[in-house]
């Protein structure tokens, strides 16, 4: 919402990456920014409006499905395919997230363009041009409907009679590939190659994708033990498996009825459209990621009602329990998100300190099924919120690992400096109370790390036998310490690791070399520099207060766990990431 409060960010979408993030994740989908602008014009920063959208465009989505459906299989295998399909809870994030539009948006676009396709093929009539239009419209909301020439091809077969099939595909998906083909060329002008990045575990992605068959087909699979416990029924695990049964009479239907060859359609379909998200395949420990399936789901709908309304009617019973569950984790995260951003906003206005952190902000619920504070943190405090001048950053680490380095502040003792608000006690201030003795830190060399100095950084570690201590620095005037906690906060949270004293034996001024931070660990495996590349991409302002602590005490150990900082900066020492940095690190 923030984003979109200028009409030049709205159009900057169409010709270059949403949202105007570089190098992070480069998505092309100028519809759903243009969505969230009108959004905006038509309620501010109202959130029954984002909701609405999305609301109706699934509920038309339904309906295009039970449209093809019908057309295909019969009336009442359609309207029933439609209903189950409009129910899943599977769709939660998609419909009730407001970001989850990426799916519930293009999928209508992809459902207007199936049906205006399946029209022409079947009646003749002159819709193929509409449909091309749909599928342009599809393109640039999500890299999903990349999927659309293989549901035309199967659309276009299944449509003719049997010796025919072939020819009719051919000449129902010709047009599309050539959309196709210009939007990729178009997407490489303004984008160049993008999307997630990570890589594919072949066997935890094929199991994953066999786990999440079946909790799509076994929707009790997928939640409601604990609704069910909070009434004081306890079911055991086997009971959830029942909820396929559904999905095996709706087999058995298809089979009697001789339809193996749409079932294998429909299996085909499945597997096409759950491509797109192939590296989220082995992702089953997060129940959000069930959203990827929102199109895929679609192909399961329709066996699902295969059976008519003697299948559909318990596959939807069968969707009582997760669905609920999910909508009370939904409205009790709503409610407390909205509690938590109202305080921010009404201790925001009391406060005149220009940095703000705020403890105890979460990322999602603690069942992990609903987001809450995840990124753009700092937007709370921005329009159309509110335009209030200070930074928030939430005080928490950007690395889940959990053996990642954590800092001792938070509702019960503040951050060295600005000041730190306790979520869980309505952002009230924490009071200062043991606090470290102070250090005072500068730079050696320029604290803006551009690409020029970036690169150079790498030059000079090269000639010097790879040594870090080349280049910049932080200079730390104190107590000497073998070991500081450097911290480097940012809107999504802060990066924290522990880098050696660079300086020579008995010198005066500590030496903390950046490249040093750079790949310090952060977490096992996870150097600083990765978190900052989200942070100069993604917060509003690309400088970073940083936080250097000394732990002097004789019996400290030098591990983490034993840190306990007896001196800090007082005032924050600030750093400048270039915008570009996580296209830099990539290289």
Not at 157 to 182: D, H, K, N
Not at 252 to 280: E, H
Not at 516 to 538: I, K, N, W, Y
Request: aromatic letters at 8%; a positive charge.
């Amino acid at each position: 919402m923030h984003h979109v409060q200028s009409w030049r960010n709205v159009l900057h979408d169409f010709i270059g990456a949403q949202y105007g993030i570089p190098a992070l994740v480069q998505f092309y989908r100028p519809l759903i920014t243009s969505s969230f602008a009108c959004d905006g014009l038509a309620g501010n920063a109202a959130p029954l409006v984002a909701h609405l959208s999305n609301v109706i465009a699934h509920a038309l989505s339904a309906l295009c499905l039970a449209a093809i459906t019908a057309r295909l299989l019969g009336g009442t295998v359609g309207w029933a395919s439609g209903l189950v399909w409009g129910l899943a809870p599977c769709h939660a994030s998609s419909v009730w997230w407001a970001v989850g539009r990426v799916d519930c948006h293009t999928t209508l676009w992809i459902m207007l363009s199936a049906l205006c396709l399946l029209q022409w093929s079947q009646d003749g009539r002159r819709r193929r041009g509409a449909s091309l239009v749909c599928f342009a419209l599809a393109l640039a909301s999500k890299e999903l409907s990349v999927v659309v020439p293989g549901i035309a091809v199967v659309l276009c077969a299944a449509a003719a009679p049997r010796g025919r099939r072939l020819v009719a595909a051919l000449r129902g998906v010709w047009p599309f590939l050539l959309v196709l083909a210009g939007y990729a060329a178009l997407r490489w002008w303004a984008v160049g190659a993008g999307g997630y990045e990570g890589t594919i575990d072949p066997g935890a992605a094929l199991s994953g994708l066999g786990w999440r068959t079946c909790q799509l087909l076994a929707p009790m699979l997928q939640g409601g033990s604990r609704l069910a416990a909070a009434h004081g029924v306890a079911l055991p695990g086997w009971v959830a498996w029942l909820s396929i049964l559904p999905a095996a009479a709706a087999l058995v239907a298809m089979w009697k009825r001789g339809r193996v060859g749409a079932t294998v359609a429909l299996a085909v379909l499945f597997l096409g459209c759950s491509i797109p998200v192939i590296q989220l395949w082995g992702d089953v420990s997060n129940p959000k990621t069930l959203r990827n399936f929102y199109l895929p789901m679609a192909p399961l709908a329709v066996l699902l009602a295969a059976g008519g309304w003697r299948t559909a009617i318990p596959a939807l019973l069968c969707f009582a329990l997760p669905w609920l569950e999910l909508r009370s984790d939904y409205r009790a995260t709503w409610t407390s998100c909205a509690r938590i951003h109202a305080d921010l906003l009404a201790a925001a206005r009391s406060s005149a300190a220009p940095l703000c952190f705020a403890a105890g902000l979460p990322r999602e619920n603690e069942f992990a099924t609903a987001l809450a504070f995840d990124q753009g943190v700092d937007r709370l405090l921005a329009t159309p919120f509110t335009d209030h001048p200070a930074r928030l950053f939430a005080l928490r680490p950007m690395s889940q690992h959990a053996a990642a380095v954590r800092l001792p502040y938070g509702a019960a003792r503040p951050v060295p400096f600005g000041v730190t608000w306790a979520c869980s006690e309505g952002a009230k201030p924490v009071p200062s109370n043991d606090a470290p003795q102070p250090l005072r830190c500068s730079y050696r060399g320029p604290p803006r790390l551009t690409l020029e100095v970036l690169d150079g950084m790498v030059r000079r570690f090269k000639e010097r036998d790879n040594d870090p201590a080349a280049g910049p620095a932080i200079l730390v005037e104190g107590p000497r310490a073998a070991v500081y906690r450097v911290t480097v906060f940012s809107a999504g949270g802060y990066t924290s690791a522990m880098v050696a004293d660079a300086a020579p034996s008995g010198a005066a001024v500590g030496v903390i070399p950046l490249g040093a931070l750079l790949v310090a660990p952060a977490a096992p495996g996870l150097p600083v520099a990765l978190p900052l590349r989200v942070a100069s991409a993604l917060d509003l302002d690309n400088r970073f207060p940083v936080l250097v602590e000394a732990d002097t005490r004789p019996q400290f150990s030098g591990q983490p766990s034993d840190f306990h900082p007896t001196h800090a900066n007082t005032l924050p020492l600030w750093i400048e990431l270039d915008r570009r940095f996580a296209a830099w690190w990539k290289l």
